[in-house]
């Protein structure tokens, strides 16, 4: 069942560690056919060393195990809820990765403050709401889902694809797992970058102007950044 998704979900959650993106086991990439509506996931704390295709799992978007001897990675309702919330998301990712992480557990927005930022996240990286303790104690990783689709509210999640989830770490997304695993190595570059540029000048700004032409000649209809497909 959907053997080409396994295969590009294993190379996502690989592609992570090649990246330096994760430590242990503390990330997961997922994919979905929107066709069957079915979604491939990494497993619950298996090691990135030992994975194979066939271990992928495979859930519906209410959290049942259609095919898999192992269990889903406990992140899946939040990755399922993204799903759900966007329809255009493909593939979503989550890391620990230490920039991004260190923005999510300060609670604060990465700022779009250069031209690296704004190549490929139109606006600031939201950081989510504190959640309830009613919404930790009952369904922690759907919740979690559910607050990072209310940081979205008035913003196109497919123009900004990654969040910060406070306390947390980040979550990124993209019309394919590859897009998301992409765009998860740009938000810890842009973090990076971020935390230096604050360091150094607490009351940076950024041309609004400058925002807008980087984004568009890369994403916009008259884009011209790179080749023609």
Same mark, same amino acid.
């Given at each position: 069942m959907l053997e080409n998704l396994k295969q590009e979900v294993l190379k996502a959650n690989l592609d992570l560690v090649k990246h330096n993106l994760v430590v242990l086991t503390w990330g997961n990439a997922s994919a979905i056919d929107r066709e069957s509506g079915l979604v491939v996931i990494k497993p619950s704390g298996v090691g990135y060393d030992d994975m194979k295709a066939e271990d992928m799992v495979v859930v519906d978007l209410d959290g049942n195990v259609m095919e898999g001897s192992l269990r889903p990675s406990s992140d899946t309702p939040t990755h399922l809820a993204i799903y759900r919330h966007f329809p255009e998301v493909g593939g979503v990712v989550h890391t620990h990765s230490t920039y991004a992480t260190a923005w999510a557990q300060a609670g604060l927005p990465i700022p779009n403050i250069g031209t690296t930022h704004a190549d490929t996240f139109h606006r600031d990286i939201p950081c989510t709401r504190e959640m309830s303790?009613?919404?930790? *104690?009952? &369904?922690?990783?759907?919740?979690?889902?559910?607050?990072?689709?209310?940081?979205?509210?008035?913003?196109?999640p497919m123009h900004?694809?990654?969040?910060?989830?406070?306390?947390h770490g980040p979550f990124t997304w993209g019309r394919s797992? *590859?897009? &998301?695993?992409h765009n998860a190595v740009v938000l810890e570059e842009v973090a990076h970058m971020a935390s230096i540029t604050v360091a150094l000048n607490p009351n940076v700004e950024m041309n609004a102007d400058l925002v807008e032409k980087h984004y568009e000649r890369k994403h916009g209809a008259n884009a011209y950044y790179g080749q023609k497909k």
């Open positions: 303790s009613r919404q930790i *104690s009952e &369904a922690y990783e759907a919740a979690t889902g559910d607050i990072i689709a209310d940081a979205f509210k008035g913003m196109d900004t694809p990654a969040v910060l989830v406070r306390h797992a *590859s897009d &998301a695993v």
